[in-house]
Nanobody, 116 residues
Framework: QVHLVESGGGSVQAGGSLRLSCAASGYMPCRYDMRWYRQSPGTEREFVALINREGITEYADSVKGRFTISQDNVKNMEFLQMNSLKPEDTAMYYC??????????WGQGTQVTVSS
């Protein structure tokens, strides 16, 4: 069983930065893709960023040029560096690892609040 724990959320003013971390424990039975999602109250969970099993990254248009996804395979962690934060970035942020439909794992989320 894989267990993911996010950290690094908090409250910042617009223009500030935060670095989210996703720490994993347990055995991942396959090579995986890692994604960050976010969800605000009353909205659907939306894709933010991806780093796939080949190390290729993708970003939602709304965060391109501001957010950077990375991973540390030695520490078994992924990160989301968020710069130039905007109030509309306010959300609960979740990390997810998956390699096939039978192996999808989510963290419990970390709250990011950006004030204007």
């Amino acid at each position: 069983q894989v267990h993911l724990v996010e950290s690094g959320g908090g409250s910042v003013q617009a223009g500030g930065s935060l670095r989210l971390s996703c720490a994993a424990s347990g055995y991942m039975p396959c090579r995986y893709d890692m994604r960050w999602y976010r969800q605000s109250p009353g909205t659907e969970r939306e894709f933010v960023a991806l780093i796939n099993r080949e190390g290729i990254t993708e970003y939602a248009d709304s965060v391109k040029g501001r957010f950077t996804i990375s991973q540390d395979n030695v520490k078994n962690m992924e990160f989301l560096q968020m710069n130039s934060l905007k109030p509309e970035d306010t959300a609960m942020y979740y990390c997810r690892r998956d390699c096939d439909p039978r192996h999808i794992y989510w963290g419990q989320g970390t709250q990011v609040t950006v004030s204007s």
